[in-house]
């Protein structure tokens, strides 16, 4: 890869104010971690990414995308290549007899869409409206709280395959499962998502999203960073409990913490690398995986090198 030939492409094709050079990662992740990506680039429109692709395809570099970077962990030596945020951010929705459909881009965050749909009394997001992030990156991993999940508002997904074709899919071909997608496993890029939802009562929205919200600043620890939840439900253990019966709420390694209000949050407690994250879970694995017989899964993504 040319770096220079490449900036000069990205500049062209996309425009310099949206196009930056060895960016900190770590001020586009949650956890507030992350070395430089060689190139960061806001799409704004699928047009957009159709040309990043073609640059990507013609300089062959290393491509990765970015939501809003809430379930991710970058590594100390940053990213190679180019990183596309997502920032497909237009809505449009569509009030029918019985249901509502909303069609989002994919970059638009989760909160800002709980709160359009609280407007115009739109039930059933509620679940969603605290959990950070973009809708793409809900889908991506069908994101869920509070008994609800994205696979259950989803009727399609437009997304753009690594030649730059456009294609729109059902709900069944997306093969939900628990934080899963077929996205996970694919190159493919979401850029639009559809939702069927229900109509509500304002004032019973509200007080749902409110109840979440109160439940979430209790339970989490939303005031430190980190990527959300870290590991995953086991099939028949709740992990947090599992790492909080193992002891293991405040451990530590360098500037990374098992957090002291949720067991299955690793927060950035003080200037913590992605190494002191990565060692730290690997220590609570083995732990619990000595102490209990469970393996625990990673929820988050990590990229990088």
């Known amino acids: 890869m040319d770096k220079e030939k490449v900036y000069q492409e990205l500049t062209k094709k996309i425009g310099i104010e949206f196009v930056k050079k060895d960016e ?71 009030k029918q007899e019985n249901e509502a459909i909303l069609t989002v881009g994919a970059g638009a965050k989760n909160a800002i869409i709980a709160q359009k749909l609280l407007q115009e009394e739109i039930a059933g997001f509620e679940f969603a409206a605290g959990i950070p992030g973009t809708i793409g990156g809900a889908v991506y991993m069908n994101a869920g709280a509070y008994g609800g999940e994205i696979k259950d508002l989803v009727e399609q997904v437009t997304y753009i395959d690594k030649e730059g074709l456009l294609h729109t899919i059902e709900n069944k071909d997306c093969k939900f499962d628990y934080r899963y997608s077929i996205f996970s496993q694919t190159d493919n890029i979401i850029t639009k998502v559809t939702l069927k939802l229900p109509y509500g009562k304002k004032e019973e929205i509200k007080q749902k999203m409110e109840e ?6 209790e339970k989490q620890p939303i005031e430190m960073p980190s990527a959300g939840s870290t590991f995953k439900r086991g099939k028949d253990f709740i992990t947090a409990k599992l790492i909080d019966e193992c002891g293991l709420k405040g451990y530590q390694v360098g500037g990374a913490q098992v957090s ?3 067991a299955g949050f690793v927060v950035n407690y003080e200037n913590a690398t992605a190494k002191n994250v990565l060692d730290l879970i690997e220590q609570v694995q083995k732990i619990v995986f000595e102490k209990t017989g469970k393996q625990i899964e990673l929820e988050i993504k990590v990229i990088g090198e």
């Open 212 to 217: 979440n919200a109160a439940s979430r600043k």
């Open 24 to 94: 900190p990662m770590c001020k586009h992740t949650s956890f507030k971690i992350g070395g430089t990506a060689d190139f960061f680039v806001l799409i704004k429109s699928q047009e957009d990414l159709v040309l990043v692709l073609k640059i990507v395809k013609q300089e062959n570099c290393n491509f990765v995308v970015l939501g809003n970077g809430t379930n991710l962990l970058v590594k100390d030596n940053g990213i190679r290549g180019i990183v596309a945020k997502i920032e497909i951010e237009e809505m449009q929705l569509q």
């Open 260 to 262: 002291r209000k949720h």
